[in-house]
Nanobody, 126 residues
Framework: QVQLVESGGGLVQAGGSLRLSCTAS????????IGWFRQAPGKEREFAAA????????YYADSVKGRFTISRENAKNTVYLQMNSLNAEDTAVYYC???????????????????WGQGTQVTVSS
């Protein structure tokens, strides 16, 4: 079983940047497809980005495409989410998740992922 810990959240002004980290223990993160999701107050959890275990293909929600970049650093057993040009609508708790064995479930579906971190708060002030 893999344990995930997010870090890097905080308060940033609109137009600013943050880099979130998702660090794993217990298992090698490169063997998992990793997704980043976010949940704003009073809203459902929504997909932001994902990176495949093999090949490293990346996927983004339309709302973050061109502003967010997901990447891996296998030597550190970490996946990053670089977030640029942040706006107030990006304010949320951000979660990383590692997939289970459900290859037919779409990348943006939370049901694809079995292991979740505790989340890190991102607040963008306007």
């Amino acid at each position: 079983q893999v344990q995930l810990v997010e870090s890097g959240g905080g308060l940033v002004q609109a137009g600013g940047s943050l880099r979130l980290s998702c660090t794993a223990s217990g298992r090698t993160l490169s063997t998992y497809t990793i997704g980043w999701f976010r949940q704003a107050p009073g809203k459902e959890r929504e997909f932001a980005a994902a990176i495949r275990r093999s090949g490293g293909s990346t996927y983004y929600a339309d709302s973050v495409k061109g502003r967010f970049t997901i990447s891996r650093e296998n030597a550190k057993n970490t996946v990053y989410l670089q977030m640029n040009s942040l706006n107030a609508e990006d304010t949320a708790v951000y979660y990383c998740a590692a997939d289970g064995s459900r290859p037919t479930v779409p990348m943006n579906d939370p049901r694809k992922y079995d292991y979740w971190g505790q989340g890190t708060q991102v607040t963008v002030s306007s």
